[in-house]
């Protein structure tokens, strides 16, 4: 009964589910050959598609400075050394549990408040939504997602738990809100096909439009989830990234004054210190869930990715310093707001229009006016041109399921100001570059009509989507010319 | 407007998945429970000294203050500058890469090496950081095989691989039987027999799975155990992981083979399973970090180290963890005198543990590694049975106060051993264990019989099961010496 070659491997392990052999992986590893340094690479690929938080770092790092304490490893702090890298116990460091409770409370304006015995730890927010997908559904069985959502919901919910993630497509028109219309849609398909429906998953604030879900969705949410008695799992992991108005509305605040009865074993909240804090290598994810049997469940499985201790006792002070806490939030906000505007006004200078938003680490761009066609295939195109020729590695909409092409991803809380205005800089040149370019072609397209009208008008009449051999080719699809010759 | 709610007509829905609500966390087993019980009332020697004392939990807590000491020579340096500026802290606070610190996995490569004498090299790139050993076993166990395939595994053993292989993976345990009879060591025959028993389930079998030191057992895998595991999974084109967490804790002859060794002897025969061989490791166990979450798995198998780094997603080591001990296990005179003190402590503790329990007709397998041992209490059972087992079990943690494992926890085929962990406590607190321990082995016919016969040197005695029974308890008997 020995098994072949071929079955080395488990289908997991031998298959694509982890998402690495997308295409969109291009444009990582451009960056990774050639990566923008300022002083040493000015000319490599700048990285927009990482979404990361680095302007706040120097508080974090100047609090830690000053509370050596915190650390296991200082003279101050090794007095607790042999509690604390003895401790594995999977309901974490009570006064970790206490800290973040609090913390969670006090990011949302102390709107809601949060019980620690609920808060359950998991190997960052990437584990959280594994180990809920584990708990809520068996494989086969579906979560509804708004689109366009974060690309590795794929991999986190579904690569090794079986389930499925079905679309709730968004769109433009109404700024990609989530609609009650949408969500009766995507459920009534999921049963159509036959596939059962255990619950929603939605990022608030929403990665990667950076807009904030308002609290009539999401009592519209527990509602229906209460109605239909599924999930609601909300990724809050950008809930302390809101630098404007409107303010932030979480979900534990609706359903105690929004839907005091809607039923709260359907509740569960994802959060993590990686947005926020801008600490990604420290790994602290977590699972807030109203649901006993799931805080039980999800804390035995949590073995599998707890935080380490030394991190857990770390992040227990700095937590609960209300005061710096406070600070930090407030000084964040600041500089995420001021590095929005500049890099919104910045676009705006060549009529680039991006989704308002106001929170995140990112901006929806829209370069729809560019793409040569309304096709997934030209946003690749365009895509392609930006990480190569203009050398800025941001992320095509497509990649995050969006249903229309030409809307982009680009972060830019990861870099300093000075590479901020170079990434600027390019995408002005480039735009200008191509509105020219345009507009040369338009003249010479106007030149060559006179010349062999019939054939190209009726080429033009036939479909407005020109072969790209066609000098015609170069202009958008909302171009007045191709109106004109059709 | 909400649309109509279809009604079903079905019973309703389970409203978690059936991984949450079945059991195969194996977290209702004893083992947790005595665990439980333990929690609710636990001992300490000034505010409870009358509490129950852990002796179900596989810490090594002999040797912090070496690591403390080495902290104070070598602080913490998360908020120093390297030379040309960068600061330490920012970039560890962002660094989330999966390959995992590369002086982490340098440090920790050598490290390993060093734990087998220097006779393996460790290479790297080879090495896949995870979330604990536990985090490792589950990954591992993705990659190697699908819902409802099977890994033989020889009892007893470790009651958490339960959930860890199986819980949330869909794949199967197979027992393979292991009996005191040659003092629980794995043998063809009980491979083979496995082998069978899992074809008759029509289980695929991928693989088979050891831990090496024991956990239970407390003892190295000999040699030519080792050998024949590797001949087995060549000729049946099946991977073997090897869980070597405990391999830093071998105090006592033959010493600790790893199963890289046996691979490196073989040479070029060892080409057609070297892709299927992969070791799991820690520092939970060897340097008594477990809340750090430093788990391992290292393999040849480009494949293999691919989509386990990938799934590492799931549970990677904190980057300022990373950080601190690359530069503790970089430290190559700290980790030698370590190494040597810490087994030294552990075999003094063993001893204390295996004299104390001497003394009181209580023997033990024999063992050089580990942090605890299996000691056999069949004679203080009301019944040679499991039901005596539990009973037995029962009153140790309830009436004792000692919280132990029973061996079915461990899936032991013969009721009545039970793994007793010395690690974990002070030199005094063992002290009173044992002290316990005697007054209710009094309190016992057998029990009482036997100590008896404890407190009488054994050439005098002339019974077949005394000498038997005495041969266990002398050092220099038993058949793991005859390998070497």
Known sequence: MAFKGGDLLSEKAAGDGHGESSSYFDGWKAYDMNPFDLRHNRGGVIQMGLAENQLTLDLVEEWSKNHPEASIGT???????KRIANFQD??????????????????????????????????????????????????????????????????DCCWRSGIKLLPIECHSFNDFRLTEEALVSAYDAARRQGIRVKG???TNPSNPLGTITDRGTLAMLATFATEHRIHLVCDEIYAGSVFAKPEYVSIAEVIERDVPGCNRDLIHIVYSLSKDF???GFRVGIIYSYNDAVVACARRMSSFGLVSSQTQYFLARMLSDEEFIGHFLKESTRRLAARHERFTSGLREVGIGCLRGNAGLFTWMDLRGMLREKTPEAELELWRVIIHKVKLNVSPGTSFHCREPGWFRVCHANMDDETMEVALDRIRGFVRQHQRRAKAERWAAKGQLRLSLPRHGAAAAASPYLALSSPMSLLSPQSPMVHAAS | MVSQVVADEKPPQQLLSKKAGCNSHGQDSSYFMGWQEYEKNPFDPVSNPSGIIQMGLAENQLSFDMVEAWLEKNPDALGLRREDGASVFRELALFQDYHGLPAFKNALARFMSEQRGYKVAFDPSNIVLTAGATSANEALMFCLADHGDAFLIPTPYYPGFDRDLKWRTGAEIVPVHCTSANGFRVTRAALDDAYRRAQKRRLRVKGVLITNPSNPLGTTAPRADLEMIVEFVAARGIHLVSDEIYSGTAFGEPGFVSVLEVMAERGAAAADVSDRVHVVYSLSKDLGL???????????????????????????ISSQTQYLLAAMLGDKDFTRSYVAENKRRIKERHDQLVDGLREIGISCLESNAGLFCWVDMSHLMRSRSFAGEMELWKKVVFEVGLNISPGSSCHCREPGWFRV?????????????????RSFVESTTNGAAALRRAAVPARSISCPIAIKWALRLTPSSGDRKAER
């Open chain 2, 421 to 437: 962990c010395f690690a974990n406590m002070s030199a005094k607190t063992l002290d009173v264990a044992m002290q316990r321990l």
């Open chain 1, 75 to 81: 003279a101050e702090g090794v007095s607790q050394f």
């Open chain 2, 290 to 316: 477990p809340g750090f979450r430093v788990g391992a798995i290292y393999s040849s198998n480009a494949a293999v180290v691919s989509a386990a780094t990938k799934m590492s997603s799931f549970g990677l």
């Open chain 1, 278 to 280: 801008g600490l990604p």
């Open chain 1, 200 to 202: 929603i998953l939605i």
């Open chain 1, 90 to 155: 999977y309901h974490g460091l009570p006064e970790f549990r206490e800290a973040m409770a609090q913390f969670m409370g006090q990011v949302r304006g102390r709107k809601a408040t949060f019980d620690s015995d609920r808060v359950v730890m998991s190997g960052g927010a990437t584990g959280a939504q594994e180990t809920l997908a584990f708990c809520l559904a068996n494989p086969g069985e579906a979560f509804l997602v708004p689109t366009p959502y974060y690309p590795a919901f794929d991999r």
